[in-house]
């Protein structure tokens, strides 16, 4: 064995969301996003690489299923860490690549991104590569460059054709907002029927919002929502958070033909979530939902037992709503 490494990446929610590539190959997005990273403990992905020059190819085993390591973005994720090596590169050899998710895989639960962050980080470590990889991540899946760090991300658009300037970087560390929550209501833990991928192929080349959203709807609210983190102000980051979803999910139902990620619960959470606003005066947490019905709802830590309480009372089996919680702590190697 000339070299063996096990790390874990946690899951990051979007409250700007990506949606819609101007470079499908790189990876390179229409717009900025942003995200919260949820902490290490809650939703992650751990994996395990060893490098042996007795092994005869590349093999990656995800959930315990090989997958096909030929695979484009798996090749260009292991290339681009290859080129750019510091250990290794003198010995020949190949890996064996172990990844497992402690949640359900393709469901809307952001599993691609920390799956490709931490295979990422992983294989750095490994091989030695210095400085910025959430652009390695990013070829891997878009979301996954988020993962690379804690508290509150954005994953910035860049200008430039080989996608040098769209990376990563953190807005907040987590200890800037620890009062933030982030708890998944997980509605339907099925493999999603759009991927995110044809999704916003689809939507960037049919939905007629496309154009504004990625010119001024998106620039404004990444400005807005910044500095909404950055004095903690929950009320206008809710209400950017919630806004954002709603309208991504416009832009999905107006592709043709249209998508639909949210089901008759996922309506019912956005609903109860407004209702509890409204009630109480102020925004007290926030609804966002990626491309599946889950709902991942942001709160400070104050409201999680009210507003858990409020969940119980309109789903008292549990067996439609399991949640995980988290706050938004950041760990990243163990
Ligand atoms: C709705 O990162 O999964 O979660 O880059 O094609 O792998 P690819 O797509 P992916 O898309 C995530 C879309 C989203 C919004 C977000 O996380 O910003």
Redesign the pocket.
Known sequence: VLGSITCTAPV???T????G?RDENL?L?LNS?L?GTLHQDDLKTTTSIVANDEFTEDALWLNGVKEDISAV?YQNVLKAIRDRATKLQDKPHHVHIVSVNNFPTAA?L?S??SG?CCLVYTLAQLYGVEGDVSSIA?L?????C?SMFGGFVK?EMGTKEDGSDSIAVQVQPESHWPEMNIIVLVVNDKKKET???AG?QQSAQTSPMMKERCATTVPQRMKDIEEAIKSRDFEVFGDITMKDSND?HEVCATTTPPIYYLNDTSRYIINLVEKYNTVSGNIKCAYTF??GPNACIYLPEQNVTEFLALVLKHFPTGDQTNYYRGPNKYLQQS
């Open positions: 990051n929610i979007a700007i969301k990506y949606w590539k990876i997005p996003s995200s973005r809307g952001a691609s991104a490709y990013r891997g899946s878009g979301s996954a988020r994953w991927s995110s991928t916003m991504f990626d491309a």
